[in-house]
């Protein structure tokens, strides 16, 4: 391709490659979806249409971008965890988070009128921010996705009995945050359970536990055996293998079943039962 005397504007573009070796994890979260659920209608504190669609739009994310191990998801944000040796767009944070932002977004948007038949989306669309963050180690991006799992409880915890109060107690939205202000944890759930008869425990996982989205390995294809660990190069002609290994690897991903399920990521059980998760 031929210069021209404008292309030195490329050399203004600021590098921002992530570091190798560092699980990648691409947040994003609806732009004012307060508004926009309110808009919408969506039931309070949750709304399961809502909640699938969002799930659905996560669940196509994950299915283009093979790179992605693990997906977590609560109210408007949605957490996607890229491998440690992801190469996709040579690891810039720009490309990484504006490509799964817009896939994200894209498939909200061609989903919404499955999800809301009855609901035709208008002006002003809804738009998703992004941003990436790199973890250092397996237990960082685990303390992460931690974060993002007790943060869900606490405020599912705090919504439900903030919107029973409301709709079951006859408070107005000022009365219920004063009731709640100081509370602890166990004064929610005696609230909940002494004065509306709810017992917190009961609640659905979907909102307790928030969705998790990650791959089977039940392999699409009926028969397909799952591959051998692949060894550690010795030499170049290994290496040139090893190669081959990582591209099986990442078309064996790709291929695999994606499922969404409700479960704790918090404890160990949940990682040790499913090992290919991260590997
Ligand atoms: P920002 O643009 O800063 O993110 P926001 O209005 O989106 O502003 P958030 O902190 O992201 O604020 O909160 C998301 C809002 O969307 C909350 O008010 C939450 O109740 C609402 N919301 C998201 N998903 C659902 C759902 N499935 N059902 C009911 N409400 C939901
Ligand atoms: P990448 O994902 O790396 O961006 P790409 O295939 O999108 O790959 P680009 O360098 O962005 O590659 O080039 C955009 C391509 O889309 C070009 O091949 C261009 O000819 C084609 N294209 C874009 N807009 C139009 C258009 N309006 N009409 C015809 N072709 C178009
Ligand atoms: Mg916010
Ligand atoms: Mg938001
Ligand atoms: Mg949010
Ligand atoms: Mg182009
Ligand atoms: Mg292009």
């Known amino acids: 391709m031929a210069n021209s005397k404008y292309e030195y504007v ?67 944000e949605y957490s996607f ?20 932002v817009s896939t994200f977004t894209a498939y909200y948007v061609h989903l919404w009128s499955q999800h809301f038949p009855e609901l035709p989306l208008t002006l002003p669309l809804p738009t998703f921010d992004g941003r990436a963050v790199p973890y250092p180690s397996i237990k960082r991006m685990r303390d992460y996705l931690s974060w993002r799992q007790v943060d869900c409880h606490i405020n599912n915890l705090y919504n439900t009995t903030f919107w029973a109060l409301i709709q079951l107690g006859g408070l107005d939205a000022k009365a219920a945050e004063k009731e709640l202000a100081g509370t602890l944890s166990a004064d929610k759930n005696e609230i909940l359970f002494s004065r509306f008869k709810i017992n917190y425990n009961n609640e659905a996982e979907i909102w307790k536990k928030g969705s998790v989205v990650f791959r089977d390995y039940e392999l699409v294809e009926p028969g397909a055996s799952v591959d051998e660990t692949p060894k550690m190069p010795v030499n170049l002609a290994e290496v040139e293998i090893s190669k081959t290994q990582a591209e099986k690897e990442k078309k064996r991903r790709a291929k695999a079943r994606i499922t969404l399920q409700h479960l704790d990521i918090i404890k160990d059980d949940f990682w040790e039962r499913r090992p290919w998760v991260l590997s």
């Open 10 to 76: 490329k050399d203004y573009e600021t590098p921002d490659k992530l570091p190798l070796d560092n699980w990648i994890v691409v947040r994003i979260d609806g732009r004012g979806f307060h508004k926009f659920t309110t808009k919408y209608g969506f039931e309070k504190p949750n709304d399961k249409k809502g909640m699938d669609l969002m799930n659905a739009a996560a669940m196509a994310v994950m299915t283009e971008l093979p790179d992605i191990v693990i997906s977590y998801g609560i109210s408007d």
């Open 81 to 100: 965890v890229l491998h440690e040796s992801c190469t996709l767009f040579e690891r810039r944070a720009s490309k990484l988070v504006s490509t799964v």
